[in-house]
């Protein structure tokens, strides 16, 4: 498996094809809701694809969060159904904060879907929110951990 930053709009295209197969297609949450101001290869954001046998098989992004110095928000975070429990999401995650820790910043920062709340824990998140809350219809729990 092979993470990268998106550096192409043919790149960033097969990220949304992940995005709405994953968040779209199986979870319903509407198209309007799941594309936003940061779907562009110009925006403050670091978009990245992992690939597995030149297939992209799943998708992130991170930008800085402007609540936290020295944080990065990570968001968009999705893997194929074909390639869950595989590995795919850890070397996928591995690869954002790496990329993210050279870039000097110190914590990452998320809103996991409840259901992934154990998969984020398991890669060293601890959970911040004492209630969980919805987002795009979904409940979500806030997650954070040091990139240090």
Avoid: N
């Avoid at 094809?17 to 319903?28: H, K, P, S, T, Y």
């Avoid at 990452?108 to 795009?136: I, N, R, W």
């Amino acid at each position: 498996m092979e993470c990268k930053r998106i550096d192409t709009e043919d790149e960033l295209k097969q990220a949304f094809a992940i995005r709405m197969e994953v968040f779209v297609d199986e979870q319903g949450v509407p198209e309007s809701e799941e594309m936003d101001e940061y779907d562009v290869l110009s925006a403050p954001c670091t978009h990245f694809l992992l690939w597995q046998d030149g297939v992209p098989i799943a998708t992130g992004r991170w930008r800085e969060y402007d609540d936290r110095p020295g944080a990065v928000k990570i968001q968009r975070f999705a893997v194929r159904a074909r390639y869950r429990g595989t590995g795919a999401g850890r070397v996928l995650m591995e690869g954002m904060e790496r990329d993210a820790r050279t870039r000097g910043f110190t914590q990452a920062v998320l809103d996991a879907q409840c259901t992934a709340e154990p998969f984020y824990l398991k890669l060293g998140y601890v959970t911040e929110s004492e209630e969980a809350f919805l987002d795009a219809g979904i409940l979500h729990v806030r997650m954070s951990r040091s990139l240090k």
